[in-house]
């Protein structure tokens, strides 16, 4: 049998406004909150209640077959609650079905696990206590910050957390002959890895729409053959995995209705399930499905599932954003120590991790990826911006 997991990052950070040198000690506001409002109702209107309204009606539809799981940040949740509270109604009804699975994660997206493990765990704390309040769900799986992920990750979430299952990106130097088609344990065989199977989960998240792409236009028939393809070489009964994980926003805003994104998904589910041997899992179902003896990867060095090289250099490749970062995490310490509790909550919303995104200095096409997410003209904006923040948290600490 292969099971196929859906995973969408649902995601909204708090963007800084234009906060120039002559704004600190003003009590000028960071956040712009007149654009995370503006992003917000749009993506709510394009992506998320359109879609989420579809999944809804496919689950009822396939009664309870297809199943998806979602990790949602908190700074999402609060910006739902401020701005579309409709959006996180149609979220609960989703998670009401017993079809939808809900990760856990840092509650602001952070990069945390690289730089500090104590508020890294505050975080994902914050975020289990948080999907058991909006949703009553007590999370199993664990994703971290754009899928990064390291061995000493998996020691952390399990021995305090007690997750059982983590997703992370199919990292082709790690992975070498093994296929990500299998479920896997990490490096002290403790708990289950899943990889993601990036050809055919960017095909959809990224190559949907192109039109220079040979095999442009996906339909629906041709993608189910690939994954009925992908079946042939198992040969031992073993149940495989195909994880097919991205931003939700691919559904309406990055990939947008014109292109046809809604009909395929509209009709992948009943395809699919025309085939005895291909269906839908949570990830967290991996644990029961995994017949057979799972083989253990280490994974030494930290990998996500950004760019084209798969590290965390779409964050921490160029001295601004080490500079950013680095500077971050000392204030927090400062803050911490101080016991600010005003301060805490802005620091930390400081730390999401498309701060430093915006600050990526890179060319062609993955500086075409930054630059679309980014609200600002270049990365030396993002980082003076960004650099400005703090000096004015620095100033609010030592009144």
């Given at each position: 049998?292969?099971?196929?997991?859906?995973?969408?990052?649902?995601?909204?950070?708090?963007?800084?406004?234009?906060?120039?040198?002559?704004?600190?000690?003003?009590?000028?506001?960071?956040?712009?909150?007149?654009l995370n409002?503006?992003?917000?109702?749009?993506?709510?209107?394009?992506?998320?209640?359109?879609?989420?309204?579809?999944?809804?009606?496919?689950?009822?539809?396939?009664?309870?077959?297809?199943?998806?799981?979602?990790?949602?940040?908190?700074?999402?949740?609060?910006?739902?609650?401020?701005?579309?509270?409709?959006?996180?109604?149609?979220?609960?009804?989703?998670?009401?079905?017993?079809?939808?699975?809900?990760?856990?994660?840092?509650?602001?997206?952070?990069?945390?696990?690289?730089?500090d493990?104590?508020?890294?765990?505050?975080?994902?704390?914050?975020?289990?206590?948080?999907?058991?309040?909006?949703?009553s769900?007590?999370?199993?799986?664990?994703?971290?910050?754009?899928?990064?992920?390291?061995?000493?990750?998996?020691?952390?979430?399990?021995?305090?957390?007690?997750?059982?299952?983590?997703?992370?990106?199919?990292?082709?130097?790690?992975?070498?002959?093994?296929?990500?088609?299998?479920?896997?344990?990490?490096?002290?065989?403790?708990?289950?890895?899943?990889?993601?199977?990036?050809?055919?989960?960017?095909?959809?998240?990224?190559?949907?729409?192109?039109?220079?792409?040979?095999?442009?236009?996906?339909?629906?028939?041709?993608?189910?053959?690939?994954?009925?393809k992908?079946?042939?070489?198992?040969?031992?009964?073993?149940?495989?995995?195909?994880?097919?994980?991205?931003?939700?926003?691919?559904?309406?805003?990055?990939?947008?209705?014109?292109?046809?994104?809604?009909d395929?998904?509209?009709?992948?589910?009943?395809?699919?399930?025309?085939?005895?041997?291909?269906?839908?899992?949570?990830?967290?179902?991996?644990?029961?499905?995994?017949?057979?003896?799972?083989?253990?990867?280490?994974?030494?060095?930290?990998?996500?599932?950004?760019?084209?090289e798969?590290?965390?250099?779409?964050?921490?490749?160029?001295?601004?954003?080490?500079?950013?970062?680095?500077?971050?995490?000392?204030?927090?310490?400062?803050?911490?120590?101080?016991?600010?509790?005003?301060?805490?909550?802005?620091?930390?919303?400081?730390?999401?991790?498309?701060?430093?995104?915006?600050?990526?200095?890179?060319?062609?096409?993955?500086g075409?990826?930054?630059?679309?997410?980014?609200?600002?003209?270049?990365?030396?904006?993002?980082?003076?911006?960004?650099?400005?923040?703090?000096?004015?948290?620095?100033?609010?600490?030592?009144r």
């Amino acid at each position: 049998m292969l099971n196929i997991i859906f995973y969408f990052q649902v995601h909204q950070p708090y963007r800084l406004r234009h906060y120039n040198v002559l704004d600190i000690g003003q009590g000028t506001p960071m956040f712009d909150d007149k654009l995370n409002s503006e992003v917000m109702k749009k993506v709510a209107q394009k992506c998320y209640l359109p879609t989420n309204a579809l999944l809804l009606k496919l689950i009822k539809e396939h009664e309870g077959r297809f199943k998806v799981a979602f990790s949602i940040t908190g700074t999402a949740i609060e910006q739902f609650k401020l701005y579309s509270p409709e959006t996180l109604d149609s979220f609960k009804a989703l998670v009401d079905t017993g079809c939808v699975e809900i990760l856990g994660e840092t509650y602001y997206h952070s990069l945390a696990f690289m730089y500090d493990s104590n508020e890294f765990l505050d975080q994902v704390h914050m975020h289990r206590d948080l999907m058991m309040k909006e949703f009553s769900y007590h999370t199993e799986t664990f994703r971290n910050t754009e899928l990064i992920y390291q061995d000493r990750l998996s020691d952390l979430i399990f021995e305090i957390e007690g997750f059982k299952t983590i997703l992370t990106e199919g990292v082709d130097r790690i992975l070498q002959w093994r296929s990500p088609l299998y479920s896997y344990k990490n490096y002290s065989k403790r708990i289950n890895l899943l990889l993601k199977y990036y050809q055919l989960a960017d095909d959809i998240a990224f190559r949907f729409s192109n039109r220079d792409w040979p095999e442009y236009p996906l339909t629906v028939n041709k993608f189910v053959s690939w994954i009925d393809k992908l079946t042939l070489n198992e040969t031992k009964g073993r149940n495989q995995f195909l994880n097919l994980f991205m931003d939700y926003e691919t559904f309406g805003e990055h990939q947008w209705a014109e292109s046809g994104i809604f009909d395929f998904m509209r009709h992948f589910p009943g395809e699919v399930l025309k085939n005895d041997h291909l269906g839908f899992a949570h990830p967290k179902d991996a644990t029961s499905l995994s017949n057979y003896q799972q083989e253990s990867i280490s994974f030494p060095e930290a990998v996500s599932w950004a760019d084209e090289e798969r590290d965390l250099s779409a964050w921490l490749e160029n001295d601004m954003q080490r500079n950013a970062i680095e500077t971050l995490y000392e204030l927090l310490e400062k803050i911490k120590a101080k016991g600010d509790e005003k301060l805490l909550p802005l620091a930390r919303m400081l730390s999401t991790s498309d701060h430093f995104y915006y600050m990526c200095s890179k060319y062609f096409q993955d500086g075409d990826v930054h630059k679309y997410f980014s609200p600002y003209d270049s990365p030396d904006q993002a980082y003076i911006y960004f650099i400005n923040a703090l000096a004015e948290m620095e100033e609010k600490l030592l009144r």
